[in-house]
Nanobody, 123 residues
Framework: QVQLVESGGGLVQAGGSLRLSCAAS????????MGWFRQASGKEREFVAV????????EYADSVKGRFTISRDNAKSTVYLQMNSLKPEDTAVYYC????????????????WGQGTQVTVPS
């Protein structure tokens, strides 16, 4: 079992920045591929970014490429999402997920989820 807790969300003006954190507890964090997803009101959960177990492989959704950066600190059992140049269309609840199989952009591949943190960028 892995427990995930996101933090760092909030209200930020367009063009601003936020850093989300996802702290994990339970089984060895370094065994898990970690992903960030988001879900806007009335929409399905969508992929944002993913990072491999060692951190040497990352992938991003086209909509955030060049603006968001995913990273992890296995010693602190934490994954981060640095979000810069935020836009109103980034408004959503952001979730981190963990899976022990492979780097994946598909939400159904993930075994554990946090409770989410709200990010709001007013238009």
């Amino acid at each position: 079992q892995v427990q995930l807790v996101e933090s760092g969300g909030g209200l930020v003006q367009a063009g601003g920045s936020l850093r989300l954190s996802c702290a994990a507890s339970g089984r060895s964090f370094s065994n898990y591929v970690m992903g960030w997803f988001r879900q806007a009101s009335g929409k399905e959960r969508e992929f944002v970014a993913v990072i491999s177990r060692s951190g040497d492989t990352t992938e991003y959704a086209d909509s955030v490429k060049g603006r968001f950066t995913i990273s992890r600190d296995n010693a602190k059992s934490t994954v981060y999402l640095q979000m810069n140049s935020l836009k109103p269309e980034d408004t959503a609840v952001y979730y981190c997920g963990a899976n022990f199989r492979r780097v994946s952009i598909v939400p159904g591949s993930y075994d554990y989820w946090g409770q989410g943190t709200q990010v709001t960028v007013p238009s």
